[in-house]
Structures are given as structure tokens and as C-alpha cells.
């Protein structure tokens, strides 16, 4: 496992999950063109990038490039690394016809060629024991759950007015909203919001 300190961006869920089993790290999904077209996504894709940087990793076809140019547009250069996968035609497992350009995506690649990628795009690679020795705890379910964003009758309805006051995506789970409090902020700075 790669211990990674930027965020990475894929387009997708299949994408997130091949990645997530080669890099430990903050993956975010832009829904494919669902990023035109959702300013919070976008913000938190900033957020990110300012708090911990960026990798953006697309497919290697016309739209993942569309992609790609569209977030190289909207974040400043300083917070972001690019990482390219090598064109590999073929399909996908889980696809019965291969795509419009016959190109393997992220979710096609093997380990080794994602592992490559993001050494050449110049991840910066943590030791196991940095990432695992936090100053603070992270923050739990439990916590979200005692601020009632989790777990009470009310919960969908505070985490919404709470996902708003940070602009991030609407349609966000509590676990997603977990991943991004441990991942972007402070814990002291979170428990001030609750």
C-alpha cells in the first residue's frame, strides 16, 4: 500500500476502487462530467487541493482530458500534479463493449501501472508510520452521531444544512463526510462548526 499525502481525483466509483487498493489516501470522484456541472464538487476539489494538494488522475481518452482541462481551469497549478496512465486498449471486466476510443481506464490499469503514474506525476510518498501516528484522534462516527449529524432523526436534515455551510456536495454519506473532516481539517477546527 501507498501512503500518499496529496488527494487523488478519479472520475469515477470503479475508478476510486481500484485506486483505493493501491493508494491509502483522500480519493475524490468528479462523476465524470458531473463536474461541469456541480460548483460544490468543484469547491471541495479546491479545498482539498489548498489543504493537502491535488493528483489528478483521468483516463487516457478525449474525456478524461476534457476532464483533466476542466479542473487544470478552475485550481491554480501550484496545488496540482498530474498523473497520466499509458494508452492500453481493451474493456474493462465488468463492461460488455470497450469504450468509445477502446482505451483502458484507471479502473483497467494493474497496480504496478497506477503505482508508476503517480511516482511520475510526483506524489509525495509517506512512511506508514507518519500517516498512522496522528497528533490527534480522528474524528469517528460517534462524534458525528453526538452532533447529530449521524444516526437521529434530524441527522439527514443537520448534515444537509451542515454539508451546505461547508459547500460540499449535497448528496454526500456521513462516512464520505468522515473521510473529508479527518482528511482536509483540524479536529479542533471541525468540533468549533459542530
Known amino acids: 500500500m501507498l501512503y500518499i499525502k496529496e488527494a487523488i481525483v478519479v472520475e469515477g466509483r470503479y475508478d476510486k476502487n481500484t485506486l ?6 483522500l480519493i475524490l470522484e468528479t462523476a465524470g462530467f458531473g463536474i461541469f456541472k456541480d460548483p460544490e464538487r468543484m469547491a471541495l476539489l479546491r479545498r482539498a487541493a489548498q489543504r493537502r494538494g491535488l493528483i489528478v488522475l483521468t483516463d487516457s481518452d478525449g474525456a478524461g482530458f476534457v476532464i483533466r482541462n476542466r479542473i487544470k481551469g478552475a485550481i491554480p497549478a501550484r496545488y496540482l500534479k498530474h498523473a497520466y496512465i ?24 494493474p497496480p504496478s501501472v497506477l503505482e508508476e503514474a503517480l511516482r511520475q506525476a510526483g506524489a509525495t510518498f509517506l512512511e506508514e508510520t507518519r500517516v498512522l ?17 449521524s444516526g ?6 443537520r448534515r444537509q444544512a451542515f454539508l451546505r455551510r461547508l459547500e460540499l456536495p449535497e448528496h454526500m454519506s456521513a462516512n464520505a463526510l468522515l473521510d473529508i473532516l479527518n482528511s482536509c481539517y483540524a479536529r479542533d477546527e471541525v468540533e468549533s462548526w459542530f
Open 20 to 25: 483505493a487498493q493501491v493508494a491509502d489516501t
Open 86 to 109: 499509458p494508452d492500453r486498449y481493451g474493456k474493462e471486466h465488468r463492461k460488455r463493449r470497450p469504450g468509445k476510443e477502446g482505451k483502458l481506464g484507471v479502473e483497467g490499469m
Open 133 to 149: 501516528a496522528r497528533q490527534e484522534p480522528p474524528l469517528t462516527k460517534a462524534d458525528l452521531f453526538a452532533a447529530g449529524l
Open 152 to 157: 437521529g432523526p434530524d441527522s439527514f436534515k
